[in-house]
């Protein structure tokens, strides 16, 4: 199976800050690379897709990067509904894979 | 609208077990693969199984394989996850997600329902 592993597991940022979420894959994973936003007591919600495709009705603040092994997710201006966790997750293979996940918290 | 709603959750004890549902609404149930998907108390997510459109092919994680077994009936637009031996690390919320590409892109969610797996 691909191991997904994310970084940082969590930070703490202001609205406003740009924030930078890394997520490397133990091998190459092409672009097939998604991200998932997740609430408390909530669903995920996909964000970006094939690694930097914005999914219908996700702000443009979201935007995603990479190929290969290592990805990015960048929100351009923390606003205050995108406190929450996100997860990088690879389609690729089979299984289908997740990483740990990282929790965005308010500073 | 698309829609995802699970059910069939509860409390069971280990060795038990539990079927759970997914009523879908809002797209052509039939035209979709569709997976199961797992996050226990405090964890992340963790993929389970998987159906193709017509239930002719399945996966499963190891964790669970010979014990769950996904299947739909796309008559009633419906997937369902029969989970047997139950342990107590099935301990979960399982969410149902429709996949968008067939290659395990989860574009839709339920709203996830608990299993507890204890005595």
């Known amino acids: 199976d691909i191991q997904m592993t994310q970084s940082p597991s969590s930070l703490s940022a202001s609205v406003g800050d740009r924030v930078t979420i890394t997520c490397r894959a133990s091998?190459?994973?092409?672009?097939?690379l998604n991200w998932y936003q997740q609430k408390p007591g909530k669903a995920p919600k996909l964000l970006i897709y094939?690694?930097?495709s914005l999914q219908t009705g996700v702000p443009s603040r979201f935007s995603g990067s990479g190929s290969g092994t290592d990805f990015t997710l960048t929100i351009s201006s923390l606003q205050p509904e995108d406190f929450a966790t996100y997860y990088c997750?690879?389609?690729?293979?089979?299984?289908?894979?997740f990483g740990g996940g990282t929790k965005v918290e308010i500073k | 609208e698309v829609q995802l709603v699970e059910s069939g959750g509860g409390l069971v004890q280990p060795g038990g077990s539990l079927r759970l549902s997914c009523a879908a609404s809002?797209?052509?149930?039939?035209?979709?693969?569709m997976h199961w998907v797992r996050q226990a108390p405090g964890k992340g997510l963790v993929w389970v199984s998987r159906?193709?459109?017509?239930?002719?092919?399945?996966s499963y994680a190891d964790s669970v394989k010979g014990r769950f077994t996904i299947s739909r009936d796309n008559a009633k637009n419906t997937l369902y996850l029969q989970m047997n031996s139950l342990r107590a690390e099935d301990t979960a919320v399982y969410y149902c997600?429709?996949?968008?590409?067939?290659?395990?892109?989860?574009?839709?969610w339920g709203q996830g329902t608990l299993v507890t797996v204890s005595s």
């Open positions: 091998q190459s994973i092409s672009s097939y």
């Open positions: 809002g797209f052509i149930f039939s035209r979709y693969w």
């Open positions: 094939a690694a930097s």
């Open positions: 159906i193709n459109s017509d239930g002719s092919s399945t």
């Open positions: 997750q690879e389609s690729y293979s089979a299984p289908p894979t």
């Open positions: 997600a429709r996949d968008s590409s067939s290659w395990g892109t989860f574009d839709y």
